[in-house]
T-cell receptor
Framework: SAVISQKPSRDICQRGTSLTIQCQVDSQVTMMFWYRQQPGQSLTLIATANQGSEATYESGFVIDKFPISRPNLTFSTLTVSNMSPEDSSIYLC????????????FGPGTRLTVL | DAKTTQPTSMDCAEGRAANLPCNHSTISGNEYVYWYRQIHSQGPQYIIHGLKNNETNEMASLIITEDRKSSTLILPHATLRDTAVYYCIVRVGPWSGGGADGLTFGKGTHLIIQP
């Protein structure tokens, strides 16, 4: 199974600033994804991180707000831009190998609080 | 992906079998049933998946009805560490050309194991 780490594990930020979250996978995966989990809610898919190209965003999420990079197979970043208190959530990345088991492995999440 | 319906919460005594139901009456022939769980303050964890046959692994058993419109996840000897939110997800499997998308999480079942 893949081991996924995220940095930072938590942060408290001021309104209007930006935060970049890093996700590292310990083995090569074909797919990487970013999710948001608002307080008391289930996970919502933000986007698919595509290696070497623009991410594929879900409805309601845009690149200007959540720019994503994936320079290689095992690393991706998510930036939360121009933050407001409504962005306070847990942000999780996941990775998986499609075509085999389709199992996805999740990182521990980054708990973001925006004041 | 087909919609799933799960009870909001369930209690189970420690050491007993926990049976978590999931309804997926609109499931298609090429869609698999996946189960994930999320322990408090952690990322979701894959448990098991199946197409139409019953499946068992070291964590749990998955029983799928013959018409595939519902399934039950069984934790044979629940422990306090099994307290978590359990998500039933239906999606096209990688062997059917799917598996390249992120997961769609419903509200899940909050399973509480009582000592």
């Amino acid at each position: 199974s893949a081991v996924i780490s995220q940095k930072p594990s938590r942060d408290i930020c001021q309104r209007g600033t930006s935060l970049t979250i890093q996700c590292q996978v310990d083995s090569q995966v074909t797919m990487m994804f970013w999710y948001r989990q608002q307080p008391g809610q289930s996970l919502t898919l933000i986007a698919t991180a595509n290696q070497g190209s623009e991410a594929t965003y879900e409805s309601g999420f845009v690149i200007d707000k959540f720019p994503i990079s994936r320079p290689n197979l095992t690393f991706s970043t998510l930036t939360v831009s121009n933050m407001s208190p409504e962005d306070s959530s847990i942000y999780l990345c996941s990775g998986g190998r499609t075509g085999v088991t389709d199992t996805q492995y999740f990182g521990p999440g980054t708990r973001l609080t925006v004041l | 992906d087909a919609k799933t319906t799960q009870p909001t919460s369930m209690d189970c005594a420690e050491g007993r079998a926990a049976n978590l139901p999931c309804n997926h009456s609109t499931i298609s022939g090429n869609e698999y049933v996946y189960w994930y769980r999320q322990i408090h303050s952690q990322g979701p964890q894959y448990i098991i998946h199946g197409l139409k046959n019953n499946e068992t692994n070291e964590m749990a058993s998955l029983i799928i009805t013959e018409d595939r419109k519902s399934s039950t996840l069984i934790l044979p000897h629940a422990t306090l560490r099994d307290t978590a939110v359990y998500y039933c997800i239906v999606r096209v499997g990688p062997w059917s050309g799917g598996g390249a998308d992120g997961l769609t999480f419903g509200k899940g079942t909050h399973l509480i194991i009582q000592p």
